[in-house]
């Protein structure tokens, strides 16, 4: 149990289609965050959501579409996606918004593959 | 803007021996420097964090690291690598002047792996 819980563990879709990657925190954070990891390329910050406000958005393509109802979950709706978006989407949470070394928790990914 | 080299993409040791994974970094303020740790199929786990203070970092499963700012550095070492050690490590920065979450920036990753 890493604390933050993401589903599905796996996703193929087609780049027509749509879905949503889901993320749940029981830890009790404040902060949630999306990060992309590609191969061989850095661990890419998508989006931050601090007290379920976003504050954060890195240049993401529209395609993207994150929705945090509350503290606890954080969702990333998918449209219309391009093969290279395909990687694994890691979610993330940390303790206080604004506590700048507070480490992040990490869930243990979606991964996902666009056809 | 803070980045983060992690020289040789893959390293690989014998088991025993020392473990020593390399981490510079650029920043334009007092950093604060994570190590994190992926096991395949995992999401990324902390295995130490330097914030201020002492400048010689202990964490989990044996593994130190040293915060060295006259060569901006935040090596990983391990004094005697175990089979399980065998996984991608990361080192990340965060800037201490953001605030609304911990904003890292990643290295792009050592993958170790440990030979009997």
């Known amino acids: 149990e890493t604390g933050v819980t993401q589903t599905p563990r796996h996703l193929v879709m087609g780049m027509t289609n749509k879905k949503s990657l889901k993320c749940e925190q029981h830890?009790?954070?404040?902060?949630m965050y999306w990060y992309k990891q590609s191969a061989k390329k850095p661990l890419e910050l998508m989006f931050v959501?601090?007290?379920?406000?976003?504050?954060e958005n890195n240049s993401v393509p529209s395609r993207f579409s994150p929705e945090c109802p509350n503290s606890s979950h954080l969702f990333l709706h998918l449209h219309t996606l391009q093969p290279e978006d395909s990687a694994l989407y890691l979610c993330?949470?940390?303790?206080?918004?604004?506590?700048?070394?507070?480490?992040?928790?990490f869930g243990n990914g979606t991964r996902l593959t666009v056809t | 803007a803070q980045s983060v080299t992690q020289l040789g993409s893959h390293v690989s040791v014998s088991e025993g021996a020392l473990v020593l994974l390399r981490c510079n970094y650029s920043?334009?303020?007092?950093?604060?420097l994570f190590w994190y740790v992926q096991y395949p199929n995992q999401g990324l786990q902390l295995l130490l964090k330097?914030?201020?203070?002492?400048?010689l970092v202990k964490g989990i499963n044996g593994f130190e690291a040293e915060f060295k700012k006259s060569e901006t550095s935040f090596h990983l070492t391990k004094p005697s690598a175990h089979m399980s050690d065998a996984a991608e490590y990361f080192c990340?920065?965060?800037?201490?002047?953001?605030?609304?979450?911990?904003?890292?920036?990643f290295g792009t990753g050592t993958q170790l792996k440990v030979e009997l």
């Open positions: 993330a949470s940390s303790q206080r918004p604004g506590l700048d070394n507070s480490p992040l928790h």
């Open positions: 959501y601090s007290l379920e406000e976003r504050v």
């Open positions: 330097y914030t201020t203070g002492a400048t």
């Open positions: 990340a920065v965060s800037d201490q002047s953001t605030g609304g979450g911990n904003k890292l920036t």
């Open positions: 830890l009790g954070h404040n902060a």
């Open positions: 920043s334009s303020v007092p950093p604060y």
